[in-house]
């Protein structure tokens, strides 16, 4: 007779296995084949699988995730994470809470470092990574990760609100799409309450590091509707920049000179939100919130 719990761990592990971005997974790739079973989680299940950054998939929506390992003798095992993001947008936002390494041929934005590759496409956010870093293992990643590119077929839209980042603060710069105030304190630390009143419906991009514009940073907010946009402006205002100069008329841009020296400026217009910290001087604030306003405008 078969032990029951046997018959259950079958069923679990044929529930994973049937997780539908599965068959995104080749089973063999430069000579790794595939260990069965793949681990599935979903929700807070990702806690159980990467405790120290679960935080960062459930900040961007994500849906689900699938692991699987690859092992071949004699060579470090490669292992694929494969996240269901439910959104292009989501799973580009995902992508850019690390920038690190070396541009990759592989799905879209593709980088390595270290033995690990990472790219997006479409709604999906993908992390392929060796053991251990050979020649061979390499490319053996590249390898796998294209093939899983291949098999996801599209590439995805990026977020329209990347489009109204003026240029000076995109070129060269380090561009972040988020929603969350967790991840916008990681990257930049503005409030330990969330003072923006960002959630799931409300999504950012924070711009630092352009060419041009020194140590000025670019925040962008877009809120469902005008009427939180100004809830969420007048909670920034309170606290953040209580003493700021008004540049002009009830709903004109704020100004404020900040402990250390730098300047913010602030204003909402529609259902947007746009912020510029930490430019060196009163003029350059001005200037760069004013062509983020244009670009707002322009849209």
Not at 92 to 111: A, C, Y
Not at 220 to 227: D, I
Not at 246 to 259: D, M, N, Q, S
Request: glycine share 8%.
């Amino acid at each position: 007779m078969i032990p029951v719990a046997w018959i259950l761990s079958a069923l679990m592990m044929t529930a994973q296995n049937a997780s539908p971005q599965a068959g995104l997974l080749p089973e063999k790739a430069a000579g790794w084949t595939a260990v069965p079973p793949d681990k599935v989680f979903e929700g807070e299940g990702i806690f159980e699988y990467i405790d120290g950054a679960g935080e960062v998939y459930r900040a961007y929506n994500y849906r689900s995730v699938v692991s699987r390992r690859y092992h071949k003798e004699g060579a470090p095992d490669l292992i694929v994470d494969l996240f269901d993001m439910g959104s292009a947008r989501d799973a580009f936002g995902v992508f850019t809470h690390d920038l690190e390494g070396e541009r990759w041929p592989v799905g879209q934005d593709g980088l390595y470092q270290s033995g690990l590759l990472q790219f997006w496409r479409d709604r999906y956010f993908v992390a392929v990574s060796a053991d251990a870093e050979t020649a061979e293992s390499k490319a053996a990643v590249s390898e796998l990760g294209a093939k899983i590119a291949a098999a996801v077929g599209r590439d995805g839209d990026r977020p329209e609100l990347l489009s109204r980042v003026p240029e000076d603060f995109r070129r060269g710069a380090t561009v972040r799409y988020l929603h969350s105030p967790v991840i916008l304190n990681y990257h930049f630390f503005v409030s330990r309450e969330n003072i923006l009143r960002l959630d799931a419906t409300v999504e950012a991009v924070l711009a630092a590091g352009g060419e041009t514009v020194g140590t000025a940073v670019l925040l962008l907010v877009r809120y469902p509707s005008p009427a939180e946009a100004e809830r969420a402006f007048r909670s920034f205002l309170e606290a953040y920049m209580p003493d700021a100069r008004t540049l002009g008329g009830t709903a004109a841009p704020r100004v404020v000179k900040t402990e250390d020296g730098l300047w913010t400026a602030a204003a909402r217009q529609d259902e947007h939100i746009a912020v510029v910290f930490n430019a060196s001087s009163e003029s350059r604030a001005r200037g760069g919130l004013a062509a983020a306003l244009a670009n707002l405008e322009s849209g």
